[in-house]
């Protein structure tokens, strides 16, 4: 029983709040952006870090407040650097963030007593002694973003899929990605007080990752992924106790160990159903057929 009521919360937490993250996921991973989330939750641990300077509680509003605003500066440097050029691609953009974001966050905290362990609580998170206050608080913030994800699914795909297309379509892509990055933004903020950035970065990427391996749909990617994250989440939460690991950094790479298996089965199984009408279709269009339709 003890041990019920000590992972309890980390469990609520695990099972309820990754079908957002993995929802984003496919979304970044679909934008070809894939280091704008680990880039996000470091500017949002950076705020942490600042507001502690200031003297907040890690787990107080304010604390929150200065995460949330580090975000927003995040989004909308992201919103105005996305570009069709390629001499500077974005993701170099997005990694020269994370990386000045992780040196400020360790310079601000260089002079604090706790500045170590609050650095090492950025990564792998505390997910053990998170107040429930601050996990309902979060499942209230997804259901809200998730809300307004759905009434603008339509536009959030076309920007995320063919932003080129959504333009011509009267599309103001532009706007729709600031919104899309300031919500984005507000998810990752959340998950990092909770989780840390390890934890937030592997729960966005790694079940789209799985999904875009097994299948094609965009609702199959998201059942999919769904199904990674809530899976991995179970083993790792399983082997923690039993082995006394860190809750974090076992989810993590129970994660690796899954994408890395399901890389493994899709690399020796037989191609998707989509892929093997492209073979045939590209098999019954070469200049030396001979079938029916061709001679025709």
């Known amino acids: 029983m003890d041990l019920l009521s000590v992972m309890m919360w980390p469990l609520i937490a695990c099972l309820t709040l990754p079908w957002l993250l993995v929802y984003m996921g496919l979304h970044v991973v679909q934008r070809q952006i894939i280091?704008?989330?680990?880039?996000?939750?470091q500017v949002a641990a950076l705020g942490t870090c600042v507001g502690l300077l200031a003297g907040c509680d890690v787990h107080s509003w304010q604390s929150y407040l200065w995460s949330?605003?580090?975000t927003v500066a995040g989004a909308v440097v992201f919103t105005l650097t996305r570009t069709r050029h390629h001499r500077v691609p974005?993701?170099?953009l997005i990694g020269v963030v994370y990386v000045v974001a992780a040196a400020a966050g360790i310079l601000t905290l260089s002079g604090s007593a706790g500045g170590k362990e609050e650095l090492q609580r950025s990564l792998v998170g505390e997910l053990l002694v998170v107040p429930p206050a601050e996990v309902l608080q979060t499942i209230a913030l997804y259901l809200v973003v998730?809300?307004?994800h759905y009434i603008f699914r339509g536009k959030f795909l076309a920007i995320s899929s063919d932003?080129?297309?959504?333009?011509?379509g009267g599309i103001r892509v532009r706007w729709w990605d600031f919104v899309f990055y300031v919500l984005f933004g507000f998810v990752v903020t959340s998950f990092v007080h909770l989780g840390g950035v390890l934890m937030t970065f592997s729960y966005l990427i790694v079940p789209a990752l799985c999904a875009n391996y097994l299948v094609e749909s965009w609702k199959a990617r998201l059942a999919t992924g769904w199904a990674v994250a809530t899976l991995g989440s179970l083993i790792g939460l399983y082997v923690t106790p039993k082995l006394d690991l860190p809750i974090g950094a076992t989810i993590v790479c129970v994660l690796g160990a899954m994408l890395a298996l399901t890389a493994l089965v899709a690399r020796f199984r037989g191609p998707t159903v989509e892929n093997s009408a492209s073979v045939a279709l590209a098999a019954h269009s070469t200049p030396g057929d001979k079938s029916p339709a061709r001679t025709r």
């Not at 280091?35 to 939750?41: G, I, M, N, R, T």
């Not at 932003?163 to 011509?168: C, F, G, K, S, Y």
Request: charged letters at 20%.
């Open 35 to 41: 280091f704008v989330d680990l880039a996000l939750a």
């Open 68 to 70: 949330a605003g580090f």
């Open 90 to 92: 974005q993701e170099a």
């Open 146 to 148: 998730g809300a307004v």
């Open 163 to 168: 932003p080129e297309t959504a333009q011509r």
